[in-house]
């Protein structure tokens, strides 16, 4: 491996912390790499009519990191050429306009680290243990997401 090549690193964070779009666009940027794709989902103020005043996240961190470890290796199996996978959710109280997660992949060109995006976030939502409390101006819900396989189980 010679100067400008480097491993490919996965960076899996939970926590309570504001997350940073700059930090993750950092971490997965490479010189071999012309293409970083990014998602970034915030907290919006409404669902289904009703005013969303925060969200709220919990998870159980050592299942919620392997599985999203299962992600990244997922995505290098369906896409080789991808070089960095940067993960960050964010736990705990989520105020509208606020990021609540990141997704970042970066490889050599943007088909790959695009469609690498779209299957993190869908497979997260998907298969990672984490659950969200939307808090509405007077009542709150726990939200499954209807992707996740546990929920069609009991159907």
């Known amino acids: 491996m010679n100067e400008t090549e480097e491993e490919p690193k996965d960076f899996i ?9 700059d930090e993750v666009s950092v971490l997965v940027t490479s010189p071999c790499c012309g293409a970083i794709s990014l998602f970034i989902g915030t907290t919006r103020d409404n669902f289904n009519g009703k005013k969303v005043v925060h969200l709220e996240y919990e998870a159980y961190t050592p299942m919620a990191e392997a599985e999203i470890k299962k992600i ?20 705990g109280l989520v105020p509208v306009t606020e990021v609540s997660v990141i997704i970042a992949v970066s490889s050599p060109h943007r ?25 509405y ?4 819900s726990w939200k499954e997401n209807k992707e996740c396989f546990w929920t069609n189980m009991e159907k």
């Open 13 to 21: 964070k939970l926590t309570q912390a504001k997350l940073s779009v």
């Open 72 to 91: 990244c290796r997922d995505v290098r199996k369906k896409w080789p050429a991808i070089k960095h996978v940067a993960v960050h959710h964010r736990l």
């Open 111 to 135: 088909i790959e680290s695009l469609n690498a995006v779209s299957y993190c976030i869908d497979t997260l939502k998907a298969t990672v243990p984490i659950w969200k409390k939307e808090m």
């Open 137 to 140: 101006e007077e009542e709150y």
